[in-house]
């Protein structure tokens, strides 16, 4: 082979070397806008999902604001259990867990967000316990102002969607933040009439249920709220003594009476 | 590793979602509490939590679809449906990285079923990630290029 052709054949090698390394260097920068394409995406997406999720989050200063937080959760929540005034869950169920609860207390509030929900999907729901709540006025002039909007949402058989949303959207005790205007966003996302509830506030006829709710409390012995009473019939049987506000304290005191 | 064996390491993964996607989806509509083992509370604590839906959708609703949406981009051939592939499994690793921190730091309680989606979906951004890198010379068809 004649060094001519020697010579032509290193330069087609050299570029046909040359074309491997940019055909390759193209190759890794197309990977590298694929990738960042996806990151992008992803992080979009993420970023959506997560500000979805925040803006639906109980929030304990809502009430200040002009939304009802936590509206798509409750009625996840209580979708499909059936209610009849204070009463939720079937009403031939074999025990009665009746609730003693004052609208304003913070740890009513912790029960109702972190462990009611167990307590419905575990009991509730296939129709083992049925929950009756009992509304008190322990804590200030706004827990009566509650307490008889909720039992105005009660004639609805709604007391529990707006007993639920008040939780959500808790303030601080005797802030002042029941307020009309507050009643009627929660009566609203409830899915009650704001007028029905704003009249029974102040009505002298809903304090009748409040009355009676307060006369359960020293019959049972209650003296805080949130109190518990588990028995056959509502508002009747024996005060749990809880150690913990969790399900667990909840499924020691239930399942032994679910099995007599 | 091929192409090919990538692509049905990621759809067996996918399908391991589906499954478990799909057991907390019936549990949440059928009313029953999900199995948690050791006998603990935690996946009942967080399926039932405020967080355990988004705008009224369950989470493991979203899962479901997700993990659905991947096994379909996994099985269409193709660089489109292989970015889209690529696209989701990041997406949801990142999203499950949030309910992984709500879980830890917000509800304090760890559902064991959110904790092995978490780890498939991890798994499967890794290899679809991987699977969007390969050379060419590894992929099925170096010469195909997309309609």
């Given at each position: 082979?004649?060094s001519?052709e020697?010579?032509?054949?290193q330069a087609?090698?050299?570029?046909?070397?040359?074309?491997r390394?940019?055909?390759q260097l193209?190759q890794?920068?197309?990977?590298?806008l694929q990738?960042?394409?996806v990151?992008?995406v992803?992080v979009i997406v993420?970023?959506v999902?997560?500000l979805v999720?925040q803006?639906?989050?109980?929030?304990?200063?809502?009430?200040s604001?002009?939304?009802?937080a936590?509206?798509?959760e409750?009625?996840a929540?209580l979708r499909g259990?059936?209610?009849?005034?204070s009463?939720l869950?079937?009403?031939?169920?074999?025990?009665?867990l009746?609730?003693f609860a004052?609208l304003q207390?913070?740890?009513?509030?912790d029960?109702?967000l972190?462990?009611?929900?167990?307590?419905?999907q575990r009991y509730?729901?296939?129709?083992?316990?049925?929950l009756e709540?009992?509304?008190q006025?322990?804590?200030g002039p706004?827990?009566?102002v509650?307490a008889r909007?909720a039992?105005?949402?009660?004639?609805?058989d709604r007391?529990?969607n707006?007993v639920d949303l008040?939780y959500?959207?808790q303030?601080?005790?005797?802030?002042?933040?029941?307020?009309?205007s507050y009643?009627s966003r929660i009566?609203?996302a409830?899915?009650?009439?704001a007028k029905?509830v704003?009249?029974?506030s102040t009505?002298a006829?809903?304090?009748?249920?409040?009355?009676a709710?307060q006369a359960?409390?020293?019959?049972?012995?209650?003296?805080?709220?949130p109190?518990?009473?588990?028995g056959?019939?509502?508002?009747?049987g024996?005060?749990l003594?809880?150690?913990?506000l969790d399900?667990?304290a909840?499924?020691?005191?239930i399942?032994?009476e679910l099995?007599r | 590793m091929?192409?090919?064996?990538?692509?049905?390491?990621?759809l067996?993964?996918a399908?391991?979602?589906?499954c478990v996607?799909?057991y907390?989806?019936?549990?949440?509509?059928?009313?029953?509490q999900?199995?948690c083992?050791?006998?603990?509370?935690?996946c009942e604590?967080?399926?039932s939590?405020?967080?355990a839906?988004?705008?009224g959708?369950?989470?493991?609703?979203l899962g479901?679809?997700g993990?659905?949406a991947?096994?379909?981009a996994?099985?269409?051939?193709?660089e489109?449906?292989?970015?889209?592939?690529?696209?989701?499994a990041v997406?949801?690793?990142?999203?499950?990285?949030?309910?992984?921190?709500l879980?830890?730091?917000?509800?304090?309680?760890?559902?064991?079923?959110c904790?092995?989606?978490?780890?498939?979906?991890t798994?499967?951004a890794?290899?679809?990630?991987?699977?969007l890198?390969?050379?060419?010379?590894?992929?099925p068809d170096?010469?195909a290029k997309?309609?």
């Open positions: 082979m004649s001519r020697e010579q032509k054949a087609r090698a050299e570029r046909a070397a040359r074309e390394a940019q055909a193209e890794r920068r197309k990977r590298l990738l960042g394409s990151v992008g992803a993420v970023v999902l997560v999720s803006s639906s989050k109980p929030d304990p200063n809502a009430s604001g002009v939304t009802v936590g509206v798509s409750s009625r929540m259990v059936a209610q009849n005034g009463s869950g079937d009403k031939n169920a074999p025990l009665v009746t609730e004052d207390c913070p740890f009513c509030r029960y109702a972190d462990v009611l929900p167990q307590i419905i509730v729901r296939p129709g083992r316990l049925r709540l009992r509304l006025r322990f804590i706004d827990s009566d509650a909007a039992q105005a949402a009660a004639s609805r007391m529990w707006f008040m959500r959207n303030g601080q005790e005797n802030s002042g933040y029941i307020t009309d009643l009566a609203t409830a899915g009650v009439p029905l704003l009249d029974g009505s006829s809903m304090a009748k249920p409040l009355i709710a359960e409390a020293q019959t049972a012995g209650v003296t805080s709220t109190s518990f009473v588990i056959r019939k509502a508002g009747q024996k005060l003594n809880l150690a913990s399900i667990g909840f499924a020691a005191a399942d032994p099995k | 091929s192409e090919g064996r990538l692509r049905v390491a990621t067996v993964t399908l391991l979602g589906v996607a799909a907390l989806t019936y549990v949440h509509y059928a009313g029953l999900p199995f083992a050791g006998g603990g509370h935690g604590r967080v399926q939590s405020s967080y839906s988004l705008g959708i369950p989470v493991a609703v479901l679809a993990y659905v991947i096994a379909i996994l099985i269409v051939p193709g489109r449906a292989r970015l889209i592939a690529a696209a989701l997406s949801g690793f990142g999203f499950s990285a949030y309910l992984t921190y879980e830890l730091f917000v509800i304090h309680a760890i559902c064991q079923w904790v092995a989606s978490a780890i498939l979906l798994l499967i890794v290899l679809a990630v991987w699977r890198l390969l050379d060419d010379d590894r992929r170096p010469g997309e309609p």
